[in-house]
């Protein structure tokens, strides 16, 4: 009797979302994974330079002995101008804490747009320690480590990378939590979905490690990739959209006056100054003088670490009167949940304890972006082609969603694109290189099988 071969069974094709998520997670891994760790690398670089900064302009910013009183704001303001006639007065940052200089922000045309040359000024002997170029509250060396993570020193051009970074970062983070999530259950590890398993070896380990540490810090991650977006160039521009529709942005001080004002341009800097003392705000405060007549001293808490606080009033630099007044604690929820998210992206939120923070999620992002390169390395053919790089998961994931998830995925992806234009770009990038690749390989085959048959 003649038996027939039983055919070994084919290993299903997995169905549903993970097959697309490991696709995604693999592409854009492995295309804007550069980009993040850059971001990473100049991020981690930033978060620990505050405490240099301070130490290298300590001259600048710190007096050399404490008085007994200090000078009135005008005489400091006239010896600010003294030295450095140039440019306009924009803001003026009277000492916080004692042994602070005075800090007079002026507006010139020889420094890049977006900075500004501060002086300061000793406020109890009226004597300038220095000028520098500054870039808002920064110092150079902070301003310097800050251009270089936002924009490569690039200017427009290098925006695109932090925010290509940003609009992938959350994408990547929380495709990759899911795989790793799914992975531990396949394996009755769920449990440990935080622990590397140290006992594996070779690329099991690695991968073990990657998925591990991306779950300490996936929290970080999609925090910092949120504020990144807030920022960024045209990401950013949806952002503010969403913002002015919503009528969630931080309200603003009227700083018309009721009756026009006698006073010069940076007259009655000391009476707008008592007029805000007296009306409860505290240092650090950022002093702007009226931008044309009729209009008062706008005067602004600014202080960042928590609690923060950022009340803003509107003083009449002839009678000290309060003319308009904002409260911090009369924001919008989402303009404030904004503005601290953004400082403690900058690390300036909780101080040194966020600094450490950042700095450890910097360095656990560059390890989970080394190990996802290295696991790619690894699944490369070892032989043929000297070229021969990791085999992506398998194609045809869209095949396995039902048309009407494949529909929602759609138009979520192209909103997406629509709020997140690199993102969409970037996007459809990959699908058009994926489709290249696989029409190359399709037609190898066909060339391969044709050869045979003949």
Known sequence: MTTTPEKTPQRQRPRGMRPLLARLHFYAGVFVGPFIL?????GLLYAVIPQIDNAVHRHELKVDQVGEQRLPLADQLHAARAAHPEGAVVTIRPPAAADETTQVRLAVDDVPPDYARTVFVDPYTGEVRGALTTYGQWMPVRAWFDELHRNLHLGALGRNYSELAASWLWVIALAGTVLWCLHRRDTKKLRRLALPDRSADGRRRTLSWHGAVGVWIVVALLGLSVTGITWSRYGGETVNLLQERLNTTAPAVD???????????????????????????????????????????LVEENKRDWPTRYDAVSVDPDTGVITD???????????????????????????????????????????VIVRGYVMWWRRRPTRGSAWATGRPPLRGALRTLHPAAIAVLAVFVVALGWALPLFGLSLVAFLAVDLVVGAVKQRRTTSEETKTDA
Do not use: C
């Open 38 to 42: 850059i971001a990473a690398v100049t």
């Open 255 to 297: 700083t018309a006056l009721p009756s026009a004002s006698a006073a010069g341009a940076l007259a009655g800097a000391d009476v707008a100054y008592r007029g805000a003392i007296d009306a409860g705000l505290a240092g650090p405060m950022w002093m702007s003088p009226p931008a044309a007549s009729g209009e008062g001293w």
């Open 325 to 367: 007044r904002v409260d911090f604690a009369d924001w919008p929820l989402l303009a404030k949940l904004t503005n601290w998210a953004i400082d403690a992206h900058m690390g300036v939120l909780f101080g040194w304890p966020n600094q450490i923070l950042l700095a450890l999620t910097a360095i656990g992002l560059i390890t």
